[in-house]
């Protein structure tokens, strides 16, 4: 589980590993993260992009960048949320990712990077 607040922008990622989608023989195991971002400031917000570095055991990086989120860029008021699931599959049976998303403020325009703080993807009991 990864929680941080960032200028009013709370990001929560809890990740799960996909069995019944992963090939260990393979060496591919797919992991699922369900992300909330909650608008816990005073200011409107909207997201813009994103930007995920994702790590694996091995120590190959990724890096993946894109506009919005799942097809979407949402305008968060104060007080609400917004929630989606999305994957990522990797090589090796553990795993990390972590990474932002560029704000913008509705009134002025400022932007800035809410920080999605790192978590694991681990199959179960690979990481004791």
């Not at 809890?14 to 369900?34: D, H």
Request: charged share 20%; with cysteine.
């Amino acid at each position: 589980m990864s929680d941080t607040t960032t200028r009013g922008i709370r990001i929560e990622v809890e990740a799960s590993y996909e069995a019944e989608r992963s090939s260990p023989a393979e060496s591919y195991y797919f992991f699922s993260y369900r992300v909330r971002i909650s608008n816990v400031g005073e200011a409107v917000v909207q997201l813009l992009s994103r930007l995920w570095i994702i790590t694996d055991s091995d120590g190959e990086v990724q890096r993946v960048e894109g506009p919005g989120v799942v097809g979407e860029s949402p305008v968060l008021q104060p007080g609400k949320w917004f929630e989606y699931t999305s994957f990522c599959p990797l090589k090796t049976a553990v795993g990390a990712m972590e990474g932002h998303y560029v704000m913008e403020i509705a009134h002025g325009g400022e932007r800035f990077e809410a920080r999605i703080a790192p978590f694991t993807l681990a199959v179960p009991g690979a990481v004791n």
